[in-house]
């Protein structure tokens, strides 16, 4: 059984960092993408940061120059790194893996929540 543990998160002010961590265990294989999500109240959810298993990554507009996604392949683990935090930032975040239990075997799994908020 696979699973996705976050760690990280809490409240910051505004201008301060944060640093969110999610590490995968269990049967794992391979690991393709990974990422980082969120979801403000009354908001849709949003995709924040995708990681590639090359590393390759991609950020929404609002996190550019802002938020860093990294990965430990060795520690099957995801980081994001935020900086210069705003309110707006405020939401819960989840991360995710597209995990292969097996060859050409994948699927997507998800951390729990965790909450971030930014005072003003």
């Known amino acids: 059984q696979v699973q996705l543990v976050p760690s990280g998160g809490g409240l910051a002010q505004a201008g301060g960092s944060l640093r969110l961590s999610c590490a995968a265990s269990g049967s794992i294989f391979s690991i393709s993408d990974m990422g980082w999500y969120r979801q403000a109240p009354g908001k849709q959810r949003e995709l924040v940061a995708i990681?590639?298993?090359?590393?390759?990554?991609n950020y929404a507009d609002s996190v550019k120059g802002r938020f860093t996604i990294s990965r430990d392949n060795a520690k099957n683990s995801e980081y994001l790194q935020m900086n210069s935090l705003k309110p707006v930032d405020t939401a819960v975040y989840y991360c995710?893996?597209?995990?292969?239990?097996?060859?050409?075997?994948?699927?997507?799994?998800w951390g729990q929540g965790t909450q971030v908020t930014v005072s003003s």
């Open positions: 995710y893996a597209d995990i292969g239990v097996r060859v050409n075997f994948f699927n997507r799994y």
């Open positions: 990681i590639t298993s090359g590393g390759t990554t």
